[in-house]
């Protein structure tokens, strides 16, 4: 048997302490910035200045108060401004949808983080969005909710397909459309969310 070299050991010792304090900084990070009591008029700043520059590490700041999760219970009182003013409204919600088309992850990562809070017309108004997106950029939208998989939003956005009745034709055809573009998506870590999403469509078209 090698005797045990304590230099190694030590060495082991002291990046296994380094590790485990960086970890527990993150999380305490993260606990701070989900538990912070924000105004709306605070708020509503962060998402102007992401809307006007809308890069990463502005998402982030308002990615930080978001629920990742939906059942997440949000009990702030500007929650319906907040669907209001990025979801419904004209201005705010063209814009992220825009940069939702023209691929921007971050965007997109908002969006979905705001499903998790939206109820009515707002969940639909999301699931319209993200449903458009899969003929758009079908990986994009895949990524996006393989990284925060929900199974039934996922199946709202898949499905989502405004129409007037009496425009059942166009609804088969864009799903038609919506399978195509998502078999153009040959990422290994996308295929499970790839087929599954592909069944859901197949199951309506039956």
């Given at each position: 048997m090698?005797?045990?070299?304590?230099?190694?050991g030590?060495?082991?010792?002291?990046?296994?302490?380094?590790?485990?304090?960086?970890?527990?900084?993150?999380?305490?990070?993260?606990?701070?910035?989900?538990?912070?009591?924000?105004?709306?008029?605070?708020?509503?700043?962060?998402?102007?200045?992401?809307?006007?520059n809308?890069?990463?590490?502005?998402?982030?700041?308002?990615?930080?108060?978001?629920?990742?999760?939906?059942?997440?219970?949000?009990k702030?009182?500007?929650?319906?401004?907040?669907?209001?003013?990025?979801?419904?409204?004209?201005?705010?919600?063209?814009?992220?949808?825009?940069?939702?088309?023209?691929?921007n992850?971050?965007?997109?990562?908002?969006?979905?983080?705001?499903?998790?809070?939206?109820?009515?017309?707002a969940?639909?108004?999301?699931?319209?969005?993200?449903?458009?997106?899969?003929?758009?950029?079908?990986?994009?939208?895949?990524?996006?909710f393989?990284e925060n998989?929900d199974?039934?939003?996922?199946?709202?956005?898949?499905?989502?397909?405004?129409?007037?009745?009496?425009?059942?034709?166009?609804?088969?055809?864009n799903?038609?459309?919506?399978?195509?573009?998502?078999?153009?998506?040959?990422?290994?870590?996308?295929?499970?969310?790839?087929?599954?999403?592909?069944?859901?469509?197949?199951?309506?078209?039956?």
């Amino acid at each position: 048997m090698r005797p045990f070299n304590f230099n190694k050991g030590k060495i082991f010792i002291i990046l296994f302490i380094v590790i485990l304090a960086i970890s527990f900084m993150g999380h305490g990070y993260s606990a701070a910035q989900e538990t912070k009591r924000i105004t709306w008029p605070e708020f509503k700043e962060l998402i102007n200045v992401f809307l006007n520059n809308p890069s990463k590490d502005n998402a982030e700041i308002i990615l930080g108060f978001l629920p990742a999760q939906r059942n997440n219970i949000d009990k702030r009182e500007w929650k319906e401004d907040l669907l209001e003013y990025c979801v419904m409204r004209g201005d705010c919600s063209w814009i992220l949808t825009y940069e939702i088309f023209s691929g921007n992850i971050y965007a997109a990562r908002i969006a979905r983080r705001l499903l998790n809070i939206s109820d009515g017309a707002a969940t639909e108004e999301l699931c319209d969005t993200f449903g458009r997106l899969i003929r758009i950029n079908p990986k994009l939208f895949l990524e996006i909710f393989y990284e925060n998989y929900d199974p039934v939003f996922l199946e709202c956005a898949v499905l989502m397909s405004m129409f007037w009745d009496g425009q059942e034709r166009y609804r088969r055809y864009n799903y038609i459309r919506r399978i195509e573009s998502l078999r153009t998506v040959t990422d290994p870590e996308l295929k499970g969310i790839r087929d599954h999403c592909i069944t859901i469509l197949e199951r309506e078209l039956r």
